[in-house]
Structures are given as C-alpha cells and as structure tokens.
C-alpha cells in the first residue's frame, strides 16, 4: 500500500503561482493531479508516468508537473493562476498507467485547497 500526502495548497491572488508536491511512501510509476470543485467529480489536471507528462488542455502552458529522481516525489507547478482554479487538488498514484481517468488510479492524497481570489 502506497500512502500519498500533499503540501503546498493555500490562497493566492488571481496571476500568482503556487507550487504542490506530493510524497509517495514508496516508488510509483505514474504520479499526477485531479481536482475538484463543490458538487463535481475529481478531473484530471496533469500526469506524469515514467517521464511521460499529460495535461488537461485548461492548464497547459500554465502548470508544469515534475517529478524527483527517487520517483517518489511529484510536483504542480501552478502560474497564471486564474479564479477557475480554485478547487480541492488530489494527488493520484498508479503503478499500473492505463490512462487519465481518476478511477485508474489505485492511490490517493487526502487532498490540499487552492485558492484562487480575483
């Protein structure tokens, strides 16, 4: 069993960045973010899977995920923030990648807020 736990979550104002990370107990193969909003399922943010990296199309260009060398370690790193943002980010882990649907993962962070005020 892989325990995940998230750190970095906070207020920031409209423009500004945060970074997330996100420490597995044990190595993974593919680590990512979801989110989600009051009243809506978690949704894929961005995914790394062996060096492979996917984004949503909302956040390209914006974030930026990375991971560390142990493979047990990943980071968001969030600019241009926008109020659309706000939302509850879940760090996922799977060592079985099969694609971007949260429900192919087998790990999960209980979860950081990202607040973002316009």
């Known amino acids: 069993q892989v325990q995940l736990v998230e750190s970095g979550g906070g207020l920031v104002q409209a423009g500004g960045s945060l970074t997330l990370s996100c420490r597995a107990s044990?190595?993974?193969?593919?680590m990512g973010w979801f989110r989600r909003t009051p009243g809506k399922d978690r949704v894929f943010v961005a995914v790394?899977?062996?060096?492979?990296?996917y984004y949503a199309d909302s956040v390209k260009g914006r974030f930026t995920i990375s991971r560390d060398n142990a493979w047990n370690t990943v980071y968001l790193q969030m600019s241009s923030l926008k109020p659309e943002d706000t939302a509850i980010y879940y760090c996922a882990a799977t060592n079985f990648f099969r694609g971007l649907e949260p429900g192919l993962y087998d790990y999960w962070g209980p979860g950081t807020q990202v607040t973002v005020s316009s």
């Open positions: 790394d899977s062996a060096g492979t990296t």
């Open positions: 044990g190595r993974v193969l593919s």
